[in-house]
């Protein structure tokens, strides 16, 4: 006989998820800051970003999103914009840092500002999957 599993608070999962998944994701782009501080070089947003990165975490944490939400159980909109979100972020996410490999590099600053729209995107998607499985 199985015993019961005493189910976390949406919190404490939301507070696990931001700091295993989100935190130790975007660990790179913090090495890289803190890099930079200890140089003693000035803080910009476009040399912090723009090595398209915050594409890789994106795509990763749109995956794991993509993977709560197919197992929650709640059918309703929020889950099928969650999950339409998160597709577009791995689509989307995948395309801007593989295609500038092979072609002309795009400017830093596009790079970093529409990485942080998709890492954002991604990480609201993630919340929502966190939030409605189980």
């Not at 197992?71 to 689509?91: D, G, Y």
């Not at 729209?117 to 189980?134: E, N, P, Q, Y």
Request: hydrophobic residues 60%.
């Amino acid at each position: 006989m199985a015993l019961p599993v005493a189910r976390r608070s949406v919190w404490t999962r939301l507070l696990q998820w931001t700091l295993f998944a989100v935190l130790l994701g975007i660990s790179s782009v913090v090495l890289k800051w803190a890099v930079t501080v200890i140089r003693g070089d000035a803080i910009q947003l476009d040399k912090l970003l723009g090595d398209g990165e915050l594409f890789i975490v994106a795509v990763a944490l749109a995956g794991a999103a993509l993977s709560d939400i197919v197992e929650a159980k709640a059918n309703h909109a929020i889950r099928q914009t969650a999950a339409f979100v998160a597709v577009i972020c791995i689509m989307v996410g995948a395309a801007l840092y593989a295609i500038p490999q092979y072609g002309p590099k795009p400017p830093e600053r596009n790079v970093a500002v529409s990485s942080v729209v998709l890492f954002v995107s991604a990480v609201l998607a993630g919340a929502t999957g966190v939030i409605l499985k189980d």
